[in-house]
């Protein structure tokens, strides 16, 4: 017998993401029959903002009563729960184990796996931050998925229970694939906290530079879903401005640390996305030369004293 087609779910872990997708999936009319964790108020807060949901003492008993079970826990402990969990030989086929990590491995679960259980991954491409605000702002994202056969379907059928669009990666491309979003999510965050920690020098605290600069940001995502990467660029390199690029990069080298080598990273990339445009500004080869330059520079660890003006 295979997957049902409407599984009985269950949660290992009453955490952020717990919160938010065991509701959308409950709303859509999936059943959540139980829920183990840690903390045993935990599991009972959450089992109580399900119907027919109980909260139980241990991650066996979520095995127990359910088809698919969500292992919802910090990856650290990915491993040590899914090889003390044990599946009924006499239900092989019938139900699986699936984690929501983007970085972690699906073959962590692969004790469940040799004891007849279908394992996967089921990663949303979102921030939870365990509140109500989740439920909705989960609309539209995507959803990660890496299983075979039946628990592939039910999973992406799962997806868009939450609203997600499904999105598949081959087995083996977690890793890559996890580093590489970290620029859409928290990279994108430590941006802004270079940009906030540059204007403190002139007098601006957090509160007053985010003010300022997220529309800016908003205003360039939108950009780049309207009109693509390359044509959404702005500033000095996207124009061909050398001479700018020039004296901001002799400007941050000289206030020391890394910034100069960061601006110069991202510059790199910036000259290889105007390239991309149908016509390119002149420039371009100058200012790949300023940042090669300047990377050596950073790379011998001292920056020589550059003119300012
Ligand atoms: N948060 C995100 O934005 C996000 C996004 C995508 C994917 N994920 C993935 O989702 C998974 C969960 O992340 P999260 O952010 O929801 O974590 P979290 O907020 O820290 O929640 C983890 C939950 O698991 C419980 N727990 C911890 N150790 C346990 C154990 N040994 N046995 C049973 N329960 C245990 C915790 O304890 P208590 O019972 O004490 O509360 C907590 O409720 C991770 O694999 C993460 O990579 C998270």
């Known amino acids: ?30 059943p959540v029959v139980a829920i183990a964790s840690r903390t045993p108020s935990s599991a009972d807060a959450l089992a109580a903002q399900l119907d027919g949901c109980r909260a139980v003492a241990t991650p066996q008993q979520v095995v127990d009563a359910a ?67 989740d439920l909705a702002r989960l609309d539209g994202c995507s959803v990660t998925i890496e299983a075979e056969g039946t628990l592939h379907a039910a999973l992406a059928r799962l997806a868009g229970a939450l609203g997600c669009h499904p999105l598949s990666i081959p087995a083996g491309g977690r890793m890559l ?15 802004l906290a270079e940009a906030v920690d540059l204007w403190r020098s002139l007098g601006f605290d957090e509160d007053a530079a985010l003010r300022a600069l997220l529309p800016m940001l908003a205003g360039t995502v939108g950009a780049a879903r309207d009109k693509g990467l390359a044509s959404a660029l702005s500033g000095p390199v996207s124009r061909g401005d050398a001479g700018i690029v020039a004296r901001q990069l002799a400007l941050l080298e000289s206030r020391g640390g890394d910034h100069a080598a960061l601006y110069a990273l991202l ?43």
């Open 1 to 30: 017998m295979p997957l049902p087609d409407t599984p009985r779910l269950g949660f290992i872990g009453a955490g952020r993401l717990a919160r938010c997708i065991a509701r959308r999936f409950a709303r859509a009319g999936f």
């Open 267 to 309: 510059t790199r990339r910036a000259v290889a996305l105007a390239g991309r445009r149908a016509a390119p500004p002149a420039a371009l080869p100058a200012i790949a030369e300023l940042v090669e330059t300047a990377l050596a520079h950073a790379a011998l660890g001292a920056a020589p004293p550059r003119d300012e003006a």
């Open 67 to 133: 088809d698919l079970i969500f292992l919802t826990v910090p990856d650290d402990d990915l491993a040590p729960v899914a090889a003390a969990l044990r599946f009924d030989a006499s239900r092989a086929g019938t139900q699986a184990l699936v984690h929501c990590s983007g970085a972690s491995g699906v073959d962590l679960l692969d004790p469940a796996k040799r004891q007849g259980a279908a394992t996967g991954g089921f990663h949303p491409l979102y921030l939870f931050g365990g509140d109500d605000a």
């Open 177 to 191: 694939y996890h580093a590489a979003a970290h620029y859409a999510a928290s990279f994108a965050i430590c941006g």
